[in-house]
């Protein structure tokens, strides 16, 4: 019996209005597409989804599909996580999925032939897809990790795998950096420079500050948005 899927968790997020341009940052992830694997990775209030909304509103004016899950603990078991990964890529890619998915509704000893059909029908999608997971540190599973792993490793080329997350997930990313296929974005490319702090302060916030208060901000922030983003409240 299929289990049921909340839509929301599939919408991609939309760019807000007023966001600090990023030209260096959708650089990397223009070119990331091209690797099997982005990582985006950092803590709480560096801003990952809102890049990633940025750049996915880009993306929606050419011609790859996106496939986006909004993963919660609740991710953890792998029947869950796999249902909404291969919903999200049937509504991406016209249903591209759909095998793999009654293969995964057969049971839990399916997994291995589910992850085969979705490779395979990957493969023969005809478009290409990037499939974008959000928060994937709440997926606490060794399961999933190995699943996930098993799809990286097979991934046709038509196809780029994107993982938000706060922590580090448990893939050989070594191995992927050795043969660049591997993109990463971390919280040291996350903060603010000192032009962006500016501009945010500036343009975003409202704030008439002399350059000398924008950059001891800055400084004190180290970049930080989430902290940016207290301090511009404060000072309004």
């Given amino acids: 019996m299929a289990r049921p899927v909340m839509a929301t968790k599939l919408y991609v997020p939309l760019a807000r209005p007023g966001l600090v341009p990023r030209p260096r940052l959708l650089e990397r992830l223009r070119r990331g597409v091209e690797s099997r694997l982005t990582l985006v990775s950092a803590p709480a209030g560096f801003g990952k989804t809102t890049l990633l909304a940025d750049w996915l509103g880009e993306q929606a004016q050419g011609e790859r599909r996106v496939a986006w899950v909004s993963l919660d603990h609740r991710d953890s078991e792998p029947t869950s996580f796999w249902t909404y990964v291969l919903t999200a890529v049937a509504n ?73 997350t706060r922590a580090d997930p448990g893939l050989a990313l070594s191995r992927w950096r050795v043969r660049r296929e591997l993109v990463e974005i971390r919280a040291a490319d996350l903060r603010f420079t000192p032009d962006e702090a500016a501009v945010y302060l500036h343009a ?24 940016l983003q207290l301090a511009a409240l404060s000072l309004q």
Wanted: proline fraction near 4%; include cysteine; aromatic fraction near 4%.
């Fill in 92 to 164: 991406a890619a016209k249903g591209v999925g759909a095998n793999a998915l009654a293969l995964l509704e057969t049971g839990p000893a399916a997994l291995e032939q589910m992850l085969t059909s979705l490779v395979n029908e990957l493969a023969d999608a005809g478009c290409d897809l990037s499939i974008v997971l959000d928060d994937y540190h709440l997926v606490e599973s060794r399961e999933v990790g190995e699943g996930l792993a098993f799809l990286l490793e097979h991934l046709p080329p038509n196809v780029h795998v994107v993982v938000s």
């Fill in 204 to 227: 975003v916030a409202g704030l008439d500050l002399p350059a000398e208060a924008v950059d001891a901000l800055e400084e004190r922030t180290e970049g930080w948005i989430a902290a």
